[in-house]
């Protein structure tokens, strides 16, 4: 705590977007105490450290099973590929998510097809992805943005009898809820990502995928290392996407504190609302999808202008994300479709994340609502301030 308290001295005048530095002190012990059990094992790539925060993340997300991998984009990757889509299949996914999201898809040969989200949330609009399916659709990826579950019951009720796989991406959700469920147990597998900035995050990159099928669990570590189902023994194709023994052991020093931290932005959240004018645009919050905030996004027409008074008041933001999907340079002819996606595109033109993190102060919380008040009344800003 006496170190958590001197960085928190030394953090000057700036709100700062996020900061690691702050929650890792007060875990710093546990942290060079798993480093040092990591050590004695010797078990760097896969092991017991691995197999234990499988086991740990598989019970807290209310899963079977648990396959760690190399990254988020990995576990989407590889979760579509044990499930066998690939070249000629298509996945809808929104048309306003990171791109991670749809790449994935495209990695495994297959085609992204994008649909809308709601205007309220930025989640996946169940109607616009039931309007999207195909004679081609293997799966609808429910992407939980921002911390907040989408709505699982209304996709499962047009993918269930047409045989669609709803898979979740819940990199930006670990501990949401859904009904009471948590992100990870919500779908057929669901992919996360360890990023370091995540709810729960690793001190480099990793992911995992959740899920409590079988077969595909099994499928998942094979093709995660190198395609062996044994030492030595390859039966398929696999790739090298381990979770290392190092990113597990800190992992499970971080997971005893992921409920801790997910109160906490809940309760900067809630600061939030009730601070800010009603007429800011923040996400709608569902009460079966209570928010578990990795990110704290507002909407605003003119959202440089207001980005540049509140970096002028010492504040950092984000943009999350644009532009839409669809809008990457990186897409070449016919590998993502999309039709109409209105409500995608002005989340990408409008959004603007405020800090967000456990460690936050009332104090800072009451700076950014200040600051963007002042932005939405000043002379560059004032033309959106009736949909601000």
Not at 285 to 304: C, G, K, M, Q
């Amino acid at each position: 705590m006496e170190a958590a308290a001197a960085l928190a001295a030394r953090r000057g005048g700036k709100v700062r977007f996020v900061a690691l530095d702050l929650q890792h002190a007060r875990v710093e012990r546990e942290l060079k105490e798993a480093f040092a059990r990591l050590l004695e094992s010797s078990a760097y790539t896969l092991g017991i450290e691995v197999e234990s925060f499988e086991a740990e993340f598989a019970e807290y997300s209310h899963a079977r099973h648990c396959v760690g991998v190399a990254s988020g984009t990995a576990a989407l990757s590889l979760m579509l590929e044990a499930y066998g889509i690939g070249a000629g299949d298509e996945v809808i996914v929104p048309a306003h998510t990171f791109i991670a999201s749809a790449l994935a898809v495209a990695h495994v040969g297959a085609t992204p097809v994008l649909c809308d989200v709601l205007e309220g949330t930025g989640l996946i609009d169940p109607a616009a992805a039931r309007a999207a399916v195909g004679p081609r659709t293997a799966a609808i990826l429910a992407v939980h943005l921002y911390g907040q579950a989408c709505d699982m019951d209304a996709l499962h009720a047009f993918a269930g009898p047409r045989g669609l796989l709803v898979l979740e991406d819940a990199a930006q959700a670990h501990g949401a809820t859904y009904h009471g469920r948590r992100a990870g147990s919500l779908g057929n597998a669901a992919a996360f990502s360890f990023y370091p900035s995540k709810n729960l995050g690793a001190l480099g990159d990793g992911g995992a995928i959740c899920t409590d099928d079988d077969m595909l669990a099994a499928r998942l570590r094979r093709l995660r290392n190198l395609g062996q189902r044994a030492k030595g023994e390859h039966v398929e194709l696999g790739y090298n996407e381990r979770l290392d023994g190092l990113q597990a052991a800190l992992l499970r020093v971080k997971l005893a504190h992921l409920d801790e931290w997910n109160e906490a932005r809940q309760a900067h959240g809630a600061l939030y609302r009730q601070l800010l004018d009603p007429a800011i645009r923040l996400v709608e919050e569902r009460p079966e999808s209570p928010s578990v905030h990795h990110l704290f996004p507002a909407r605003f027409e003119d959202r440089a202008a207001v980005a540049t008074v509140l970096k002028e008041h010492g504040i950092e933001t984000g943009i999350h994300y644009t532009p839409a999907v669809h809008g990457h340079p990186a897409w070449g002819q016919d590998q993502v479709r999309h039709g109409e996606v209105p409500n995608a595109e002005a989340w990408a033109a409008e959004e603007l994340s405020l800090p967000m993190h456990p460690d936050l102060s009332p104090d800072e919380i009451e700076r950014v609502a200040d600051a963007v008040h002042a932005a939405v009344r000043t002379p560059s800003a004032r033309s959106g301030e009736a949909r601000c």
